[in-house]
T-cell receptor
Framework: SAVISQKPSRDICQRGTSLTIQCQVDSQVTMMFWYRQQPGQSLTLIATANQGSEATYESGFVIDKFPISRPNLTFSTLTVSNMSPEDSSIYLC?????????FGPGTRLTVL | AQKITQTQPGMFVQEKEAVTLDCTYDTSDQSYGLFWYKQPSSGEMIFLIYQGSYDEQNATEGRYSLNFQKARKSANLVISASQLGDSAMYFCAMREGSDSWGKLQFGAGTQVVVTP
């Protein structure tokens, strides 16, 4: 099973600022995924990050707002740009195999 | 259209009893995978069990089993001998297609509270 770590675990930010979330996997993986979980809601996929190419964004999410980097097979970052209170959520990184998909512990973001 | 439907927003279950969490899915793909996750109040997503669309046997992992009824497009999770630590939100998710690395689509979740 893959062990996924994320930094920071939580943060409180001012509106208009940006936060970069780091995700580290303990083994090489082809795809990494970034999800958002708004308060009391289910998980929604933001984008899929493939090493060596641009991330693929889901409907409603754009690169200018959520730029993603994937410099190697074990690491990815998600930036939440120009934040507003509506961005307050848990952001989760995910990776895995065909039959297992693991998640990092999440980053709890509060935007004031 | 909703791909994953979890119709039970919340459930109470007594300790040591079994509980079934419902999940139905919608896909036209022949190859797909179904996942169940547990999310305690700490927020982490804990992978519980996986069922592939071509798997002939229902998946089991310890106290967790998946009641897979392909024709009905249902993948219910059964937790046997509930424990207080099972209190959490439970999510059903699906990965469609033959692309093994595809994204997961989640249901709305079911909140389970285990009582003494």
């Amino acid at each position: 099973s893959a062990v996924i770590s994320q930094k920071p675990s939580r943060d409180i930010c001012q509106r208009g600022t940006s936060l970069t979330i780091q995700c580290q996997v303990d083994s090489q993986v082809t795809m990494m995924f970034w999800y958002r979980q708004q308060p009391g809601q289910s998980l929604t996929l933001i984008a899929t990050a493939n090493q060596g190419s641009e991330a693929t964004y889901e409907s409603g999410f754009v690169i200018d707002k959520f730029p993603i980097s994937r410099p190697n097979l074990t690491f990815s970052t998600l930036t939440v740009s120009n934040m507003s209170p509506e961005d307050s959520s848990i952001y989760l990184c995910s990776a895995g195999t065909t039959i297992e998909q693991f998640f990092g512990p999440g980053t709890r973001l509060t935007v004031l | 259209a909703q791909k994953i439907t979890q119709t039970q927003p919340g459930m109470f279950v007594q300790e040591k009893e079994a509980v079934t969490l419902d999940c139905t899915y919608d896909t036209s793909d022949q190859s797909y995978g179904l996942f169940w996750y547990k999310q305690p109040s700490s927020g982490e997503m804990i992978f519980l069990i996986y069922q592939g669309s071509y798997d002939e046997q229902n998946a089991t992992e310890g106290r967790y089993s998946l009641n897979f009824q392909k024709a009905r497009k249902s993948a219910n999770l059964v937790i046997s001998a509930s424990q207080l630590g099972d209190s959490a939100m439970y999510f059903c998710a699906m990965r469609e297609g033959s692309d093994s690395w595809g994204k997961l689509q989640f249901g709305a979740g079911t909140q389970v509270v285990v009582t003494p």
